[in-house]
Every structure is written in structure tokens, then in C-alpha cells.
């Protein structure tokens, strides 16, 4: 195959591509900002022929096999979860950043701990330097 039809054929496979994803979009887009559209689609999802159907009763849960106790009803407490450990935010607002950018750098997937711990007008302060 020459380099033109190659280059042909990528093209109208993105053109495919592209009506396929912008057909998507409206039906989306339908759902989303029609409300008898998406009342319509909400009431099929939740009904009875629906991926989650919600039931009425108890004996409708009971014929569908699932529980109709509660958990803590059985005798077993559920077990806490224990609370993530805290660190001490700095005072200086120059150190809190500092700290932020450095587990930012090392283990950014729990840099939301210092921030979480950060006093209300040291973030206030540095979103007003940035604007």
C-alpha cells in the first residue's frame, strides 16, 4: 500500500471516528439539557428492565435474593476506619509552601494532608499574589 492510500485511509477512519464521537456528544448533550429526555432515560435506568432497578418492598428484595437486615443488626459492629495521621502545618506562611512544594516533589498523592491542615488566609494570601 503507497503512502497516499495509507494516508487516505487513516483519514476517513478519523472521520468515522469523529461523527461516531460527535453523535455521542449530542445524545449527551440531549440528555443532559432536555429535562423529558433525561426523566425518560432516568426512569428506564431505574426501572424494573433497568441495569439498577429500585424496588418498592421488602418482599420484592426478598424474591431477588438480597438482605433485608442491616449490617449492624447481625451482631458485628462495623469496624472505623482510622483517621489518615496528621502533620503540623508551619506557621510561616514562607514554610507551608515550602513543605507543600517539597511533598508535592516526593509523594504528591498525599500533599492534600498539609493543604487540608493550612490556615484559611495563608492559601487566602497566596490565591491574592496570584491574582
Same mark, same amino acid.
Given at each position: 500500500?503507497?503512502?497516499?492510500?495509507?494516508?487516505?485511509?487513516?483519514?476517513?477512519?478519523?472521520?468515522?471516528?469523529a461523527?461516531?464521537?460527535?453523535?455521542?456528544?449530542?445524545?449527551?448533550?440531549?440528555?443532559?439539557?432536555?429535562?423529558?429526555?433525561? #426523566?425518560?432515560?432516568?426512569?428506564?435506568?431505574? +426501572?424494573?428492565?433497568? *441495569?439498577?432497578?429500585?424496588?418498592? #418492598?421488602? #418482599?420484592?428484595?426478598?424474591t431477588? +435474593?438480597?438482605?433485608?437486615?442491616?449490617?449492624?443488626?447481625? +451482631?458485628?459492629? *462495623?469496624?472505623?476506619?482510622?483517621?489518615?495521621?496528621?502533620?503540623?502545618?508551619?506557621?510561616?506562611?514562607?514554610?507551608?509552601?515550602?513543605?507543600?512544594s517539597?511533598?508535592? =516533589? #516526593?509523594?504528591?498523592?498525599?500533599?492534600w494532608? =498539609?493543604?487540608?491542615?493550612?490556615q484559611?488566609?495563608? !492559601?487566602?494570601?497566596?490565591?491574592? !499574589?496570584?491574582?
Amino acid at each position: 500500500m503507497t503512502w497516499g492510500h495509507k494516508a487516505a485511509h487513516e483519514l476517513h477512519a478519523y472521520a468515522d471516528f469523529a461523527v461516531r464521537e460527535r453523535t455521542e456528544n449530542k445524545a449527551y448533550n440531549e440528555i443532559l439539557t432536555n429535562p423529558d429526555v433525561l #426523566s425518560d432515560y432516568t426512569l428506564k435506568f431505574f +426501572g424494573p428492565q433497568g *441495569p439498577y432497578p429500585v424496588y418498592e #418492598s421488602e #418482599s420484592d428484595l426478598e424474591t431477588r +435474593g438480597y438482605p433485608t437486615q442491616a449490617f449492624a443488626a447481625q +451482631g458485628v459492629a *462495623p469496624q472505623q476506619m482510622p483517621a489518615p495521621p496528621q502533620q503540623a502545618a508551619p506557621t510561616n506562611s514562607r514554610d507551608f509552601w515550602n513543605g507543600f512544594s517539597n511533598q508535592m =516533589i #516526593s509523594d504528591p498523592q498525599n500533599a492534600w494532608r =498539609i493543604l487540608n491542615q493550612a490556615q484559611p488566609n495563608v !492559601v487566602a494570601n497566596k490565591l491574592f !499574589v496570584a491574582e
